[in-house]
């Protein structure tokens, strides 16, 4: 494996941005055959007689020599197995501290919700944490959040990164082509998070990191050429674990930089507008990934419309009737968040003076809408609002007012408030 994080983190030691870059490793692996080896890994990181096992009927078939694995290294195993778990919700974290009880380390066989159940409960009752993931579909494995619903919201809470993050290549690359896929839009996402934080740096002095921007867009780069290239997405060994590796660094680099800002940028805006749009009307959620990757091509698009002339500017922001109907029924929580406007001290001349410099990073950094959409249908995965069943009306809102989501500078919010035709004409 060449994601040797302990060499990365010293890499990071006296960083020329001046920012002091500390972190505890966790133990992360990432091989072939790697489940064998399970039982003696944890052993051997995080000790203990007594371990809970959770996983879905999904992730237990993915898995298969977990169990033995752990047993044959003198694991007494108690397991907690859920039918298909997709919602991560308070309740089922309560239970899994229940279960947790008297046990010494809780391990989450799995992706995405499963962990974050676990996460949450082993924070709670201050339990040393495994992840054994079973597929790359999105980057927070390594996080020290979780998103849980409570009593029908989705509410980010304080929880455990784990300790050991394993993985099998094997399992990963025979995981679906749809949740890989999911990884990948994860990931290309990083292209408009990272040109959103270096232009917000340039308008505004924000701290920004070029070592930690090389790092994450070397990693995506990586994930992304072997299906430029041409692998099967569905069985390609170097994908899966490149994908793997990129989504880790990923969890990484957000508490490297101390703040979101190399992960997640305008395209993730429009992500958490759908999500919890989706979860206020009902509707079957999707993927974290296959949002964050069709917003990134939306994104992109505005973006490069954007520069391809110059500024003209003129204040204008949304109506408030407009934002009701897009935001209903969440407007008022949405407009609470997104006050004081972070573009307010930026002066209409400063952009005009660094618009060639936020040009040259929108086309040197961002690919085109159709390479993303491109790349995101050759993973198998959708790559626009429509194939991915984005009602048409949340697909606008999210491109034209998403950025009302997050107290953050990117351009996007620059273009909706500041910089016409953006917004006037539309
Ligand atoms: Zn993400
Ligand atoms: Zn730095």
Redesign the pocket.
């Known amino acids: 494996m060449s994601l040797d994080i302990p060499a990365l983190i010293k890499s990071?030691e006296n960083?020329?941005?001046?920012?002091k870059?500390a972190l505890r490793a966790p133990f992360v692996s990432f091989e072939k055959g790697l489940t064998a080896d399970t039982g003696a890994i944890l052993r051997e990181e995080l000790g203990g007689k007594d371990l809970l096992l959770v996983w879905d009927r999904n992730t237990e078939k993915a898995s298969p020599g977990l169990r033995e694995a752990l047993t044959g290294a003198g694991y007494r195993v108690k397991e907690l197995t859920y039918e298909n778990l997709r919602e991560a919700e308070m309740e089922i974290s309560e239970e899994v501290m229940r279960e947790a009880e008297g046990t010494d380390l809780i391990l989450s066989a799995g992706t995405g919700s499963l962990n974050d159940v676990c996460r949450y409960a082993a924070f709670r009752l201050s339990l040393p944490f495994a992840i054994f993931a079973t597929a790359p579909s999105m980057d927070g494995f390594l996080s020290g959040q979780a998103p849980l619903t409570v009593k029908g919201y989705k509410t980010t809470l304080d929880a455990k990164a784990p300790e050991v993050l394993l993985a099998d290549v094997d399992i990963l690359a025979a995981s679906p082509a749809e949740l890989k896929a999911a990884g990948l839009g994860d990931l290309i996402g990083k292209y408009t998070a990272l040109a959103d934080w270096k232009i917000a740096s340039l308008l505004t002095g924000e701290s920004y990191?070029?070592?930690?921007a090389r790092l994450m867009r070397g990693a995506v780069e990586k994930a992304v050429k072997p299906i430029r290239e041409g692998a099967d997405p569905a069985r390609d060994e170097g994908y899966a674990l490149a994908l793997m590796e990129a989504l880790t660094l990923s969890g990484l680099m957000i508490y490297?930089?101390g703040s979101s800002r190399p992960a997640s940028g305008a395209e993730h805006h429009i992500s958490h507008l759908w999500e919890i749009l989706y979860a206020a009307r009902g509707l079957a959620p999707l993927y974290h990934g296959t949002k964050v990757g069709v917003a990134a091509a939306l994104v992109s698009d505005v973006y490069h419309r954007a520069v391809e002339t110059p500024p003209v500017f003129l204040a204008h922001t949304p109506a408030k009737e407009a934002l009701e109907r897009a935001f209903d029924p969440l407007y008022e929580s949405i407009m609470r968040e997104s006050l004081p406007d972070p573009a307010e001290g930026v002066k209409n001349e400063t952009i005009a003076r660094n618009w060639d410099g936020i040009a040259r990073i929108v086309r040197e950094e961002i690919p085109t809408g159709e390479e993303i959409r491109s790349l995101l249908r050759k993973a198998g995965g959708d790559a626009t609002a429509e194939e991915a069943g984005v009602p048409e009306d949340m697909a606008e809102a999210g491109v034209k007012y998403a950025f009302y989501m997050r107290r953050r500078l990117t351009l996007m919010r620059l273009l909706r408030t500041r910089v016409a035709p953006f917004s006037v004409t539309e």
């Open positions: 990071l960083c020329p941005c001046g920012k870059h990191c070029p070592s930690i490297l930089a």
